[in-house]
């Protein structure tokens, strides 16, 4: 795997880190992408292979800069961790706010669409040709946790993303996939009060299982190592015991 090159969005911290260092350690060169500088270098550690490239996946201009650098520094893009997110307002659909709505989508959905969009055109002009988009959806893909409207629907519309990317990048040897993860121990977490009590569907509140963003991390590197004549569509990790199946 020596020599492959990645970006990580969100790799200042939570999956994005863990994801990016797991990367690195498996011989990648990674540029770690975020928009806060200090957090990526911090993520980065001084290594070698790491390229910190300060970037909101919001602005257009911003992404297609972060992936000319990639280029211009290391001559490819073979993976995408398109892993950028915020989880966005705790309301139901009655009570959000237009900006809190359109803010989550900016980054969850229209981000994951502008930085797909920048490896396409990147993989499919390189030589070789081809590469693979890897999407964070969340289990809230699947099934959404209360309060979490903003959220959930963007993860839902980032299903239709995957899968549309899959199929553009066909002519091209682009493949996309989809990692959803379900309580991982990350910063997030502990937003929702898993730890300590998140808000159930019947309105009473659970401690919830948690596991490692290692584990995490090492099942998006499995994904990443693929050769590009195989693709995994779609994948579920979740924290065993989690309710999640009966979350309705």
Not at 62 to 76: I, S, T
Not at 101 to 108: F, P, R, S
Request: with cysteine.
């Amino acid at each position: 795997m020596h020599a492959r090159i990645a970006v990580v969005t969100g790799a200042g911290s939570g999956i994005g880190r863990a994801v990016a260092r797991t990367m690195l350690a498996a011989g990648y060169r990674v540029a770690l992408a975020g928009r806060r500088e200090a957090a990526l270098a911090e993520t980065a550690a001084g290594h070698p292979d790491a390229l910190v490239v300060p970037t909101d996946v919001t602005v257009e201009a911003e992404v297609d800069a972060l992936f000319d650098r990639v280029v211009r520094e290391w001559g490819r893009v073979d993976v995408l961790f398109n892993n950028a997110g915020a989880f966005g307002p705790a309301v139901s659909a009655a009570d959000i706010e237009l900006a809190d709505w359109e803010q989550t989508l900016a980054v969850n959905l229209t981000g994951a669409l502008l930085c797909a969009r920048a490896a396409m055109r990147t993989m499919r002009a390189q030589s070789p040709q081809g590469g693979r988009i890897i999407n964070n959806g969340s289990i809230s893909a699947q099934a959404p946790r209360p309060l979490s409207v903003a959220y959930a629907v963007s993860k839902h519309a980032l299903t239709g993303l995957t899968r549309s990317i899959d199929l553009d990048g066909r002519p091209f040897r682009i493949s996309c996939g989809q990692i959803d993860i379900g309580n991982t121990r990350t910063e997030i977490m502990d937003e929702l009060g898993v730890g300590s009590g998140a808000l159930q569907a019947d309105g009473s509140r659970k401690v919830e299982p948690t596991f490692s963003v290692d584990e995490a991390a090492r099942t998006v590197l499995f994904m990443a190592d693929l050769p590009l004549e195989a693709n995994i569509g779609a994948l579920t990790i979740t924290a065993s015991g989690m309710p999640f199946g009966g979350r309705g």
